[in-house]
Each structure stands twice: as C-alpha cells, then as structure tokens.
C-alpha cells in the first residue's frame, strides 16, 4: 500500500486575553515586528489571496476606514501567503485601477510562519490561502477580539470600527455594551456579585439613573 503523508499538525490559536503571538515579519513597508505597534491599537487581518475580488474590494474598504481608525490610535496590518512582489504590484493596481491608495502595510508570509502562530488557515477551505481572520490586539500586546469570516464572505467595515469603539468604551468607563451598541447608546452597567449588592442595585436604581429590567441588567447613559 502506498504511503501517504498526511500533515497532523494542529494550529494553536491565540487566546483572548493574552498576548498575541510576537512575530517579526516581511511586508510592503519593510520589515516589522509586532512590538512596533505597541502602545496603539492594531487590526491584523489576512485575506486568502493578492489579485482576487473579494480581497480586492475588502482592500479598498479598508483603504478607506483607516483615517477613522488612526483617530481612534488604530493601525492596520494586512497579511497573506504571496510574496513581497506580488503584494506591491497588487496595491499599485489597486491606486492605478481604483484611485485608493493603500496606506497599511501587508505582511509577505510566504513560509506561514505567522499564519500558523494565528491559526490563520483552515485547511477545510485551502491549505495554502489563509482566512479571512481579524484580531484586535490592544496597546499593551493583548488580543481582545478574534473574528473568521469564510473565503466567500467579505468583512463589514462598519463593525471593525464599532467593535473598536466597544472595546475602548469598555476600557474607558468599566462598563459592558448590549447587542447592537453603538457610540451614543446606553451602556450596561456590570452586575452585582453578591446577594446583598443585587439588593442594594435596584435600591440605588433611581439615584444612579439607572435604567434597570432586573438586578442583573441595568443600562445607562455616559456622561
């Protein structure tokens, strides 16, 4: 019977609440390494491949959140399996043909070396394209959010940004967002841990302006 190497190897991903796997890196605007971003935000992102439209058009929606994101001290870190080469033709194609200048740089992860610290490829849909995989890493080097979207779906950019701004507000005003939130809304206050704080929650309700449904969910609105 003919032997047949089949690669067991399992890809560990990164954990939230952790700090995400360092790497250092070739891309379009040189050579990088995670520890350059910290003290900002960063959006590391991968698409499966340079030169096809879904990608191409989720470049250009990037391309054009990136100056809300540097408001919000968010940088963006693009990363694919192509070569230095073809990222570089691809992004002049896209400033030649679309008149979008990309101003992120793209990671040339030719050896998956970082693709695999990510769990970026998922070999049920290609083993030589990696996802499309964002995580959000805060300034201190810890992943906060993790998102995999299939290689036939593109990324909604209106999330990126609320999803920043969530997990900012958080970190801001130590509050929760319900479903749906969105700069403006109310926030969710977090709930009591013992029996006598619930009590003392709804007690404190009125004075606190609180909008409460029960002891456990009770929203307001920041000052």
């Known amino acids: 019977m003919e032997n047949i190497n089949v690669d067991t190897t399992v890809q560990a991903l990164p954990r939230l609440g952790e700090k995400a796997p360092d790497f250092t890196a070739v891309t379009t605007h040189g050579e990088i390494k995670l520890s350059d971003y910290e003290g900002s935000w960063l959006i590391l992102f991968s698409h499966p491949a340079d030169f096809t439209p879904v990608c191409t058009t989720e470049f250009v929606a990037f391309a054009n959140i990136h100056d809300e994101l540097a408001k919000r001290n968010v940088k963006l ?29 793209v990671i040339a992860d030719l050896d998956m070396a970082v693709a695999k610290k ?100 009770c929203k307001k609105e920041l000052k």
């Open 77 to 105: 870190l693009g990363l694919s399996i192509d070569s230095v080469f073809s990222h570089i033709a691809w992004v002049r194609n896209i400033e030649e043909k679309m008149q979008v200048k990309v101003p992120f740089p």
């Open 118 to 217: 990510y769990g970026m490829i998922m070999p049920g849909e290609s083993s030589t394209e990696t996802s499309r995989c964002v995580f959000v890493i805060d300034p201190e080097g810890i992943v906060r959010a993790m998102i995999y979207y299939p290689l036939s779906t593109g990324r909604n950019m209106d999330e990126m940004i609320r999803l920043i701004d969530a997990l900012q507000t958080t970190d801001t005003h130590k509050v929760v967002t319900p479903a749906n939130w969105r700069p403006g809304d109310k926030v969710i206050v977090p709930p009591p841990k013992t029996h006598d704080k619930a009590n003392q929650r709804l007690g404190e309700a009125t004075d606190e302006g609180y909008e409460c449904v029960d002891w456990y969910l």
